[in-house]
C-alpha cells in the first residue's frame, strides 16, 4: 500500500492557510514493521500556513490505538489526543535543524508527511503497554492469564539461584 496520500505538492501552493483531513487506521500501519501488534483509528487534522520562506504545518490527532497489554497479553483500547508542530524552511540543502524545525531545497516540489506522522504516532504509544486501572485504582489486566504466567513462572524457578539465598554478606 502506498503514502501518496500523505504527499502535500508544493509547486503551486498558494500562500495562506490550508488544511487537510487524514484518518489513519490500518492501511496505514500496514505500511511500517513496527506497527504488527497495533491497530487502531485516529482522526488527524493537519493545518498548513504557507508564507513565502517557510510552511508552518500543525498536527492534531484523536483517536484510539488498540495495544496487546504488556503484563497479561490481552487487547486494550487507549484513547489518545495529542498535537504536533513541523516547521519547513526552504534552503540550500535538506538539514534537520531540530525535532520542530527542517529544511528543504528551494527546488524541492512536494513534502511526504508519511514518516512524520509515522513518528509522531510512535511518540504518542506509551512505552509500557498496560491496562489502564479501573477509578478505584485497580488493574483491568485478564486476572486469569496473570494467574496463569504467574504459575508458569513458579513452576519454572532454577534451583541453582536457591544457593545464592544462603550467601551471607560481611
Known amino acids: 500500500m502506498s503514502n501518496e496520500e500523505y504527499i502535500i505538492p508544493l509547486s503551486g501552493l498558494s500562500l495562506g492557510d490550508h488544511s487537510i483531513t487524514y484518518t489513519i487506521d490500518d492501511s496505514f500501519f500496514a505500511n511500517y514493521d513496527y506497527f504488527d501488534a497495533i491497530t487502531g483509528k485516529l482522526n488527524l487534522e493537519v493545518e498548513m ?3 513565502s520562506s517557510l510552511i508552518d ?11 496487546k497489554c504488556d503484563c497479561c497479553l490481552d487487547k486494550f483500547k487507549l484513547n489518545v489526543e495529542d498535537n504536533f508542530r513541523l516547521i519547513v524552511n526552504f534552503g ?7 525535532d520542530e524545525i527542517i529544511t528543504i531545497p528551494y527546488n524541492e516540489s512536494k513534502i511526504d508527511l508519511s514518516q512524520y506522522i509515522y513518528e509522531y504516532i510512535n511518540l504518542m504509544l506509551p512505552y509500557k503497554k498496560v491496562h489502564p486501572d479501573d477509578e478505584f485504582g485497580n488493574s483491568t489486566c485478564n486476572q486469569e492469564m496473570l494467574d496463569r504466567i504467574n504459575t508458569f513462572s513458579e513452576q519454572q524457578k532454577d534451583p541453582r539461584w536457591d544457593a545464592l539465598k544462603n550467601i551471607k554478606l560481611d
Do not use: D, R
Not at 504545518?57 to 495495544?67: D, R
Not at 540550500?92 to 531540530?98: D, G, K, L, P, T
Open 57 to 67: 504545518f500543525k498536527f492534531q490527532f484523536t483517536g484510539f490505538f488498540e495495544l
Open 92 to 98: 540550500n540543502e535538506f538539514e534537520e535543524v531540530s
Open 49 to 51: 500556513i504557507k508564507e
